[in-house]
């Protein structure tokens, strides 16, 4: 966009093209029909394109005029709309967060750490699932408060971002009554017949895993790998096979999905951060996530 381009001149034109004339959009806008005509001629001037042509006694779009109408439609009916968000906003204060999730950290383990802040007056709690890059982007670019993930943010030189523990769960196994039953005598070498679910490479738990069967030496009997947790939690509790799960959020997983537990994993933990752009947080419901940990 031309450093030259005004807002102003692009309402003139907006105006001039929903009234359909030069003349009608000086009246409505109460102003002399040369100056609207010399505002609108700046804007066609910044833009390098002629935005209206004679037709008849009047005036239409060319297609770049009809694309800039489409563009102003949307600014404008945004500007229409400023003034109630302004009052809305003053007349009930909000405690805003936007946390990004990264869709490797269990749904339930990120709403247990969200839990501190879920009592606070008029929250407005606004989450986004994706791939930790993108979400770290999107923090750098300052669209995220912060993003919980189940691994530090990697170094980056180009990115200044921070990871701030949140605290960590030991891992065990879960399933319907009926698998558990069956995996429970001679666990954990049970697991190389019984079927197992596990989350896909992409999470940081599935390396643990991978190396607590190594080291148990046992080959997995596995029948299914799920990029998301709660998919392979709901399939797991329908009898797909065993499970793997943080022993954090135990209670809800059984109260929820009416499976029971099988035995740990002995050392195989999962960990969980808040990575933000300040080494020392200032965002108050970040510091009370933090707080709680």
Not at 71 to 83: K, M, N, S, V, Y
Not at 141 to 167: F, I
Not at 174 to 182: I, N
Not at 221 to 233: P, T
Request: hydrophobic share 45%.
């Amino acid at each position: 966009m031309s450093v030259h381009f005004n807002y102003k001149h692009l309402y003139y034109f907006w105006v001039v093209a929903k009234e359909g004339g030069i003349t009608k959009a000086a009246d409505k806008l109460d102003m002399a029909v040369q100056t609207v005509s010399a505002q609108v001629r700046e804007l066609e001037k910044s833009l390098g394109f002629a935005l209206l042509k004679p037709a008849g006694r009047g005036l239409v779009l060319t297609e770049a005029g009809t694309a800039a109408m489409k563009q102003a439609d949307l600014i404008f009916q945004i500007g229409e709309a400023l003034p109630s968000h302004v009052r809305n906003a003053a007349s009930k204060p909000m405690a805003r967060l936007t946390v990004g999730i990264c869709d490797s950290l269990p749904k339930m383990v990120a709403h247990r750490l969200l839990l501190p802040i879920m009592s606070v007056k008029n929250l407005k709690l606004t989450c986004y699932e994706g791939e930790l890059e993108d979400l770290l982007g999107d923090l750098a670019l300052h669209r995220l408060d912060v993003v919980l993930s189940d691994r530090a943010a990697p170094s980056n030189s180009n990115l200044k971002l921070y990871s701030h523990a949140l605290g960590a769960s030991d891992i065990a196994l879960y399933g319907t009554k009926s698998w558990v039953k069956a995996a429970r005598q001679h666990f954990p070498q049970s697991l190389s017949s019984v079927p197992i679910l596990l989350p896909t490479a992409h999470t940081a738990m599935r390396d643990r895993l991978d190396r607590w069967f190594e080291q148990q030496h046992i080959t997995p009997n596995v029948v299914g790998e799920f990029e998301d947790s709660a998919l392979l939690q709901t399939f797991g509790a329908n009898g797909m096979g065993i499970f793997p799960a943080a022993e954090w959020v135990q209670e809800d997983l059984v109260s929820q999905y009416g499976v029971s537990r099988l035995g740990a994993c002995t050392g195989v933990k999962e960990h969980f951060f808040a990575i933000g752009t300040e080494r020392k947080v200032h965002h108050p419901l970040v510091q009370s996530l933090l707080q709680h940990k």
